[in-house]
């Protein structure tokens, strides 16, 4: 019966998200970064991702129009849930790509993933087709952690045309359904200062890499902060090294959680695909960066945010654990020949850093 319940609830979110995709929120169920098929091109000669120019909308007419209202009914069974402020437009960032229906979805059929010690970090897919393996993370964080101060997410630039910096973050504070997420200013401003990443509120809330997570951290962690940095592919090879260091220092002196945003091979055929995540599995296992260094879409979409996370492990001396594997096909509960799926499939992994 749990096996029917939960084979429901994956057709269930699989609708509402192709539902999504045709309202043209940004949402594909065949999906890397994000969604044209063509318009990021990895070059392992220079490792630089060259994207299309592809046009942001405003995201003012994005913006959920229930967050202009009081309300107490999302999710009151959760004990921290209380009453949502209102939120103005053009005073926050917005989470476009958050649905609800998929989001209360993937609460009901989520279990929290098994951890051995103290979760530091993790690597996470920001493809909302596995919400479930997110949510798993975020309730895996919550109970092995609920004191987090900051949840600090470093995450590809997906449109790196599309902004003068190869290193982006934001001052801004979030808008979600649950209320609002303050940013970490603070630890904003030391990626500003140390990493010399420019502010871009408008591609952090178009890019779905860091957007994603943020209703996760609102409704599971309350009480936190957050601060996102996107790296571009033409960011400094010396990148990862840096940022790992920063973040070490941060994390002597605040309570964060690093959250690593990313997927892994790109529009395979199955067998394909799953060779490629052997590989890239067994680079991390090995904390081989410079192996991952030259990889491209066929192994993961931001090889620099997984070398972050590896540096950053290295330096807390930290076990890595992979927790999860899936892929789209399997996440959406369809053959591989489906239409769904006409250039191949995404995959998925969950990583932990754990002390």
């Known amino acids: 019966?749990?096996?029917?319940?939960?084979?429901?609830?994956?057709?269930?979110?699989?609708?509402?998200?192709?539902?999504?995709?045709?309202?043209?929120?940004?949402?594909?169920?065949?999906?890397?970064?994000?969604?044209?098929p063509q318009s990021e091109v990895c070059n392992n000669a220079n490792k630089e991702i060259l994207s299309e120019n592809i046009p942001i909308p405003d995201s003012s007419?994005?913006?959920?129009?229930?967050?202009?209202?009081?309300?107490?009914e999302a999710f009151p069974e959760n004990p921290t849930q209380s009453v949502i402020p209102i939120l103005r437009k053009g005073d926050y960032l917005t989470c476009n790509f958050?649905?609800?229906?998929?989001?209360?979805?993937?609460?009901?059929?989520?279990?929290?993933?098994?951890?051995?010690?103290?979760?530091?970090?993790?690597?996470?897919?920001h493809h909302l087709l596995a919400g479930q393996m997110i949510t798993s993370f975020?309730?895996?964080a919550v109970q092995n952690r609920p004191d987090i101060e900051t949840v600090v997410i470093l995450a590809p630039a997906h449109y790196p045309n599309n902004t003068p910096y190869d290193l982006i973050t934001s001052k801004t504070n979030w808008a979600t359904d649950f209320g609002e997420v303050p940013c970490d200013t603070d630890i904003t401003e030391k990626f500003m200062t140390d990493l010399s990443a420019g502010i871009d509120d408008e591609m952090l809330s178009y890019d779905h890499s860091a957007s994603t997570f943020i209703p996760f951290v609102k409704y599971y962690l309350p009480n936190a902060k957050v601060s996102c940095l996107l790296i571009s592919g033409r960011a400094e090879k010396q990148v990862p090294e840096k940022a790992a260091s920063l973040l070490y220092d941060i994390s002597r002196e605040k309570n964060c959680l690093f959250l690593f945003s990313?997927?892994?091979?790109?529009?395979?055929?199955?067998?394909?695909?799953?060779?490629?995540?052997?590989?890239?599995?067994?680079?991390?296992?090995?904390?081989?960066?410079?192996?991952?260094?030259?990889?491209?879409?066929?192994?993961?979409?931001?090889?620099?945010?997984?070398?972050?996370f590896i540096h950053l492990m290295n330096l807390m001396e930290a076990d890595i654990t992979a927790l999860d594997r899936s892929d789209s096909a399997e996440q959406?509960?369809?053959?591989?020949?489906?239409?769904?799926?006409?250039?191949?499939?995404?995959?998925?992994?969950?990583?932990?850093?754990?002390?």
């Open 98 to 125: 958050y649905d609800p229906t998929a989001f209360r979805m993937f609460d009901e059929t989520a279990e929290a993933y098994e951890l051995t010690g103290t979760l530091r970090a993790g690597v996470v897919t």
């Open 138 to 140: 975020f309730k895996a």
């Open 262 to 308: 990313a997927d892994f091979s790109h529009y395979l055929d199955p067998e394909t695909a799953y060779r490629k995540d052997e590989e890239t599995l067994a680079a991390i296992t090995a904390r081989d960066t410079a192996s991952i260094e030259l990889m491209n879409d066929d192994h993961t979409d931001t090889p620099r945010c997984i070398c972050t």
């Open 332 to 355: 959406a509960d369809l053959p591989y020949n489906h239409a769904t799926f006409p250039e191949g499939v995404t995959s998925y992994f969950i990583f932990a850093g754990e002390t």
């Open 61 to 72: 007419d994005l913006f959920s129009e229930s967050l202009s209202e009081t309300t107490t």
């Open 1 to 36: 019966m749990r096996r029917l319940f939960h084979r429901l609830a994956a057709m269930a979110v699989t609708l509402t998200i192709l539902t999504l995709t045709a309202s043209g929120c940004g949402i594909n169920t065949a999906d890397t970064s994000d969604d044209l």
